[in-house]
């Protein structure tokens, strides 16, 4: 029955495009070259985050812990897909055996579970809008739109930071498996946050001219951290659903799971839609 569960958390990762990651993954060697990929590059980029803010006290130090934390995240994820590979490639049904298949509609739970964040990046999106379109107009004046601008920059950041660690705990939740490793970057992330409020204050008091060009560099930053942040914890949420939908299909005797978008026809009498009951299995991030 175990082989029965890897298999299907391969076929769901087979060909995943959604927009919450940025990466097709069109079969097994891929997925995982992609995903060391990704994780190669965000080691890259926080050790350059490291470089650029030599200068701010310990916060170099703290980046440093942070990049092996979600280091060894991302080696848990890459794990997760490479013992799908191992034993999928075994798997072998008996002749003659009536297969049960069924389809999970991932794309459609991942944009349930991020409409939340869409909505939110929309309302601050209108408010960037406003803001440029009232000094473009000349309503408002250039120090005015300089003050506004950099509170809006800094609602941005906190919104994204809001983001990632409550689907960290989400993830920390309902996922056992990766749950240690979410403790340990969720503490590393504590001191990280305390800039973002840092910055928040310095935002809410007013930048003074000269020190603009600082401000926002730790605020870029510290954007960009976050951002990589959030990618990683939507590969991991991905690899989770998929993983739900085979300890779901290896309880009721279901051979093969593909995803819908995958599907030309289905015959709903044949073909059964486990997305219901995937959800069931994580009412942190479905309310249930």
């Known amino acids: ?49 490291k470089k650029a803010l030599a200068s701010l006290e310990d916060l170099p130090d703290r980046i440093a812990s942070l990049e092996e934390t979600v280091a060894t995240l991302g080696k848990e994820v890459t794990r997760l897909k490479e013992e799908g590979e191992a034993t999928a490639a075994a798997l072998q049904p008996a002749p ?25 990046q929309e309302a601050y999106s209108a408010k960037l809008d406003d803001l440029r379109k009232a000094y473009d107009e000349g309503k408002v004046d250039e120090e005015t739109y300089t003050k506004e601008l950099v509170k809006l920059e800094v609602e941005g950041l906190r919104l994204q930071v809001d983001w990632s660690l409550s689907l960290l705990r989400k993830l920390k939740a309902s996922f056992g498996e990766v749950a240690g490793v979410l403790e340990e ?12 409020a840092e910055l928040e204050e310095k935002a809410e008091a007013g930048v003074k001219e000269e020190e603009l060009q600082g401000f926002f560099q730790q605020y870029q930053q510290l954007q960009v951290v976050f951002q990589q942040l959030e990618q990683l914890l939507s590969q991991t949420l991905t690899s989770g ?45 479905f309310g249930g």
């Open 1 to 49: 029955m175990a082989k029965r569960v890897f298999l299907v958390v391969l076929v769901l990762g087979l060909g995943f495009a959604g927009g919450f990651i940025g990466a097709k993954l069109s079969y097994p060697e891929d997925d995982i070259n992609l995903l060391r990929e990704d994780l190669d590059a965000l080691t890259d980029h926080v050790a350059g985050v």
């Open 96 to 120: 003659g055996t009536s297969l049960r298949i069924a389809y999970v509609d991932l794309e459609a739970l991942l944009e349930e579970i991020f409409a939340p964040r869409a909505s939110a």
């Open 185 to 196: 970057l969720e503490r590393k992330l504590e001191p990280l946050e305390e800039e973002v």
């Open 241 to 285: 659903l998929a993983k739900l939908a085979g300890e779901v299909a290896e309880e009721e005797g279901i051979a093969l799971v593909v995803q819908r978008k995958d599907l030309l026809f289905v015959d709903p009498g044949q073909v059964i839609d486990l997305s219901e009951k995937v959800k069931a299995r994580a009412p942190e991030f």
